[in-house]
């Protein structure tokens, strides 16, 4: 018989199982556009403007790739790309969602908000649905797999990013990363990795805040919340990330603030946003 204790789900899966069915808001339901619109088109613009001519050799990688969306859209534009993920709960949601699971649009309904009590205009607005995905994803892919291009070549990689990608070298055209330098430990070891990834002139287009995920907290005091992770954190302003970024040998040809909002509830009296930084750093050609 399973020990019950044990086969109780802790606070931080609650957590993630929180998490994961936002982000289904913003990555696949239609009141998830202007998030969408205000945090993956400046990359996909960016990413356009650096590589005009889409085609499998152009090579993208999307670390912390969450639900998918971000990647699905740049193989939909013609390029190659991988989304890499870590979370579990993500990557058992968007394997439904991108494998066969919502193979029409508005087919499934979800009530993502109903673990937030606070903050209501309207007591219904806690249980209101919200039908997913705004589009399929097979639909998406349509115009790539109507041209005369070869069918778009996405996957995606399950594993911590470090990990996952740790033999790989001059292999990439291009990284892109969208709220997810922060989730490091150690975002040197992230600069460092992006930089081995890239192929001689490839370029990293990133935009995101800097909310460290594992500065120590009350929370990782918790016994069952220790995570050897909290005490490697290092926390800098984004001045020192840029210099950090250069030392390492990049070039920054684009530095832009622009303001995001982040898995909100439109219907709440409270919204969660950030002035993100979007920067293009270009790894040299010799290196």
Known sequence: ILNHRRAMPSEADFSKVRSTLHSLVRDWSAEGATERQQCYEPLLIELGRRFPKAGSQVRVLVPGAGLGRLALEIAARGYSA?????????????????????????????????????????????LRILRIPDVAPSSLLGPALNSNRPPPDFSMAAGE??????????????????????????????????????????????LGPLLYHWVPNEICLIPENHDDRYNQSIEIAYDELKHAILKRGFSIEREQWTHCNYTSNPSSMMRTNYDCILFTAIKPVAS
């Open 82 to 126: 991988q989304g890499n993920e870590f979370s579990y709960h993500m990557l058992l949601v968007s394997n439904f969602i991108l494998n066969g699971g919502a193979t029409e649009s508005e087919s499934i309904e979800i009530q993502p908000f109903i673990d937030q009590p606070s903050n209501l205009r309207q007591a219904a607005d806690r």
């Open 161 to 206: 990013f470090l990990s996952v990608y740790q033999d790989q070298h001059d292999a990439w055209s291009a990284v892109v990363s969208c709220f997810f330098i922060d989730t490091a430990p150690n975002i040197l070891q992230y600069i460092d990795a992006i930089y081995r990834l890239l192929q001689p002139g490839g370029t990293w287009i990133n």
